[in-house]
């Protein structure tokens, strides 16, 4: 049963262009979200997050947006660039318990 | 200056022989994780410390075990590994249980034989 789902396993955008990646989740207990980001031969690093008493959440050319009723958070990068090619993680957690990751996109910056 | 530092990066072990894996960590954080990752797949908790106290999820295999003698160690003992238990496995910190980030190594990526 998956709780966090990334729905597409990989996006492919132009350099300077935004990239914007999905994620959904089914529990609506979860009141914490959090991206990684992994390069290969690497562990995830935390890139942002966002609690569910906000909607959205900035830090440079990164920012997450939080849909509760929808159950749906998206990562914009903008601009997008080479080095940020890597795999994103999705990831929920409920107060006091375990985090659950979806299971990643593979992004592209082309340039 | 790494903050999680697994050893090794990479273990090749023989099907059925006892491997362990270790995790320590500089950051003095109260709660250790241990994930199996599967290619394309999900990092799947299979425990975690919260300093002492040891959480097993409930679909974690008996054949895996852990250890926490301090506060930096937490080590992944896998008592007979199967086919099945390739993998990549990623230990991970965090300050404390709630909304905080967990910061991972760079994982060990276990092949059996």
């Known amino acids: 049963d998956q709780q966090v789902k990334q729905n597409s396993p990989s996006l492919s955008v132009q350099e300077g262009r935004i990239s914007i990646l999905n994620c959904d989740y089914t529990?609506?207990?979860?009141?914490?979200f959090l991206w990684y980001k992994k390069y290969p031969a690497e562990g995830p690093t935390f890139l942002i997050s966002?609690?569910?008493?906000?909607d959205k959440n900035e830090d440079g050319r990164f920012t997450v947006f939080l849909n509760k009723s929808a159950k749906h958070l998206s990562l914009h990068i903008v601009p997008s660039q080479p080095g940020d090619s890597a795999v994103y993680f999705c990831?929920?957690?409920?107060?006091?318990?375990?985090?659950?990751f979806g299971a990643g996109t593979i992004l592209r910056v082309k340039s | 200056d790494a903050m999680v530092i697994q050893n090794p990066r990479y273990q090749v072990t023989q099907f059925g022989k006892p491997v362990t894996l270790s995790c320590s960590q500089t950051?003095?954080?109260?709660?250790m994780y241990w994930y199996q990752q599967k290619s394309s797949q999900a990092p799947k908790l299979l425990f975690h410390?919260?300093?002492?106290?040891?959480?097993n999820e409930a679909d974690t295999p008996d054949n895996f075990q852990s250890r926490r003698p301090n506060t930096s160690f937490c080590f992944l003992d896998i008592r007979s590994p199967g086919l099945g238990d390739a993998a990549m496995y990623l230990c991970?910190?965090?300050?404390?249980?709630?909304?905080?980030?967990?910061?991972f190594g760079q994982g060990t990526r276990l092949t059996v034989v």
């Open positions: 991970a910190t965090s300050r404390d249980q709630g909304r905080t980030e967990a910061f």
């Open positions: 529990n609506s207990m979860f009141d914490y």
């Open positions: 966002i609690s569910s008493i906000k």
């Open positions: 990831a929920a957690m409920e107060y006091g318990n375990k985090l659950v």
């Open positions: 950051l003095n954080h109260n709660v």
């Open positions: 410390y919260y300093d002492k106290d040891f959480n």
